[in-house]
């Protein structure tokens, strides 16, 4: 089975400054997607971005981007420029069994509380 | 466009009891999926439905079953209620035929089990 392990239950960042969120995960598998989901007070979960395995290329979504290291199976967050409103709850997950489709269930990480100091 | 909507938002239930959650998925989607986030965790994947099927089922017990109709609605059915139950439960939609594809979560039903 697939586990995902978030190490850091909080981190704290001021304003405007960049902050890296640390992901491992363990699996056998090839071929898999990677995400990071962030969820605020409200609760409603948000995907912030996803990464294939297949690409080399680490994904980038304006201020957020990935490094991911297959190799090391380690998929960090890095968020630059931290705005109030990125203070949550992140979440790390993974979904597998890519090849021919399919269900796709996701595993959670316990997550990382942001907390942003203005 | 409506997002995944949930309901209710909150119930509380007494041990032994049975309860109902029910999810609408984001207009498009086929496919359902429900997960349990108890207090301070991450959530943990109960089931996934895609034509009025059970597809895949995470590690709980049969106490926890789901239903989907052919509006693509889904229903999660919780019996015989343990303390240990009371969690925030999650809903997500997606659609089957993209790989990949991002599951689009609702707020969620807070069930608290006295």
């Known amino acids: 089975a697939q586990t995902v392990t978030q190490s850091q239950p909080e981190m704290s960042v001021q304003e405007a400054e960049t902050v890296t969120l640390s992901c491992t995960y363990d699996?056998?598998?090839?071929?898999?997607?990677l995400f990071w989901y962030k969820q605020p007070p409200s609760r409603q979960m948000i995907l912030v971005i996803r990464q294939e395995a297949y690409k080399q290329q680490n994904a980038t979504e304006n201020r957020f981007s990935v490094n991911f290291q297959k190799a090391a199976k380690s998929f960090s967050l890095k968020i630059s420029d931290s705005q109030l409103g990125d203070a949550a709850m992140y979440f790390c997950?993974?979904?597998?069994?890519?090849?021919?489709?399919?269900?796709?269930?996701?595993?959670f990480g316990k997550g990382t509380h942001l907390i942003i100091q203005p | 466009d409506a997002g995944v909507t949930q309901s209710p938002t909150h119930l509380i239930k007494t041990r032994g009891q049975q309860v109902t959650l029910r999810c609408s998925p984001k207009s498009g989607h086929d496919t359902v999926s429900w997960y349990q986030q108890a207090l301070g965790q991450g959530p943990q994947f109960i089931f996934q439905y895609y034509e009025e099927e059970e597809r895949q089922r995470g590690n709980f017990p049969d106490r926890f079953s789901g239903h989907q109709f052919p509006n693509y609605s889904s229903e999660l059915n919780v019996n015989a209620l343990l303390l240990g139950d009371s969690a925030l439960y999650l809903c997500a939609s997606s659609w089957w035929g993209l790989v990949g594809r991002e599951q689009f979560f609702g707020p969620g039903t807070r069930l608290t089990v006295l």
């Open positions: 699996t056998s598998e090839s071929d898999y997607y």
């Open positions: 997950a993974y979904r597998g069994g890519v090849s021919g489709g399919g269900a796709d269930g996701l595993t």
